[in-house]
């Protein structure tokens, strides 16, 4: 697997990858308007414009030419986007992704990144370093529970 960051040609495909993760783990969690709001967030062309604006970065995990894994941060350290395919999962992809937005992305943070987890993916933070630091919360139709992890 290769890790790189993610030019404009990769963005769509890898926006497809994270919604078909997406719509298989996470839909089920949330209602029409969480869904609305998670598929506007994650268009192309949308995604386009906030790295072009410095509002977002992005890498993949590359199996071949195939995008398997995505991470994006937002400034200074918060983790807007880790998705891995499927056929994928336990492979340490997450965390090698992870260990890349933290070293690549986040140089000039507090020392710790936050996350605003799905209710699925909090184990997976959790095993990841992450802690919860408040209760769930839903904002736009999507349920989250905040979390944080210190950045060594």
Known sequence: ?????????????????????????????????????????????????????????LWGSFDGARIVGVVATRPPAHLSLLFVDAAHHRRGIARALLETAKSDGCRNNAGAMTVHSSPYAVEAYRRMGFSPTGPEQTENGLRFIPMRCPIE
């Not at 290769?2 to 209602?31: K, N, T």
């Not at 869904?35 to 062309?45: C, K």
Request: net charge negative.
């Open 1 to 57: 697997m290769e890790i790189r960051g993610l030019g404009a040609g990769d963005l769509a495909p890898a926006m497809d990858m994270v919604w078909r993760v997406f719509s298989e783990f996470e839909a089920p969690d949330y209602g029409d308007e969480g869904i609305a709001e998670f598929r506007g967030y994650i268009d192309a062309a949308a995604m386009e414009r906030r790295v072009a604006a410095g509002e977002i970065q």
